[in-house]
């Protein structure tokens, strides 16, 4: 059986994909966050009794509105490296959104609204 893909793997596979596009801070061991000049990206990391649930949320500096949000197991590296850079492109097209629209981009089938929404501090 195949070993699971951990969050010490994935935390420093992220740290190392730094670019000029976004600078990363490590606030603590559950939360990462991707900085730029018109948007904040939160990825926070939840242990679980099987495992890892790791959460992406996207929120715009313009509007202050939530523009991408997912939570995913962590058992799969490739999985957890194509969602990471889905979010990843979401957070850099901010830039050159001239308006938003109300919308969020959710990639889970779970139902989801604003006001049920409560991110947390990293």
Not at 61 to 88: G, I, R, T
Not at 99 to 110: D, Q
Request: aromatic share 14%; glycine share 2%.
């Amino acid at each position: 059986m195949d070993e699971k893909y951990t969050s010490s793997v994935f935390k420093e596979w992220i740290k190392n994909h730094e670019t000029k596009d976004y600078q990363i801070i490590e606030n603590n061991q559950d939360c990462i966050e991707l900085n730029t000049d018109y948007g904040k990206a939160e990825i926070h990391f939840t242990d679980v009794t099987e495992g890892t649930i790791v959460e992406f949320n996207i929120v715009s500096y313009k509007d202050q509105e939530v523009k991408f949000y997912l939570h995913f197991e962590l058992n799969d590296e490739d999985h957890a490296h194509q969602l990471y850079d889905e979010m990843v492109e979401t957070l850099i097209e901010l830039k050159n959104k001239k308006t938003y629209s109300h919308g969020y981009t959710i990639r889970k089938k779970e139902r989801f609204s604003k006001e049920a929404y409560s991110p947390y501090l990293c």
